[in-house]
């Protein structure tokens, strides 16, 4: 799949082929150390430079989203919105949940998730039905 006006792909990704593609400057931080061989992800690219990026995975009954970026250069174009439609097809379960920062708490909200509470760090744990 292609955005107009952007040469933006989207594509499934494994954790490993992520981790490759995360380039130095985000080997180091929270997001490599995040992925995990149990979630999916979807990827946008331009070109071939990653530019953002979403994750999921089931738990039983419930799937959890995962990691949730696109590069600051890329946002505001639409791409995160695609992202998460991408995601939300995936999604077979009735209950998801997720663990959300300020960047993306919006979408979540905007999507019917609630907030059950928020931690000292800021990160808030949110839940659909």
């Known amino acids: 799949m292609i955005m107009k006006d952007l040469n933006i792909t989207f594509d499934f990704v494994s954790a490993d082929e992520l981790y490759s593609r995360l380039g130095k400057q985000f080997r180091n931080s929270r997001i490599a150390f995040r992925l995990n ?56 379960c009735s209950e998801t949940s997720a663990f959300c920062t300020e960047f993306s708490l919006g979408m979540f909200l905007k999507n019917k998730f609630e907030i059950h509470n928020v931690k000292k760090n800021g990160i808030s744990f949110v839940k659909r039905w």
């Open 37 to 92: 061989d149990g979630c999916k992800y979807i990827a946008a690219f331009d070109e071939n430079k990653l530019v953002g990026c979403v994750g999921f995975q089931r738990i039983g009954e419930t799937m959890r989203y995962k990691i949730d970026f696109v590069l600051p250069e890329y946002r505001k174009k639409g791409i995160y919105t695609k992202l998460w439609e991408l995601r939300e097809i995936q999604n077979k």
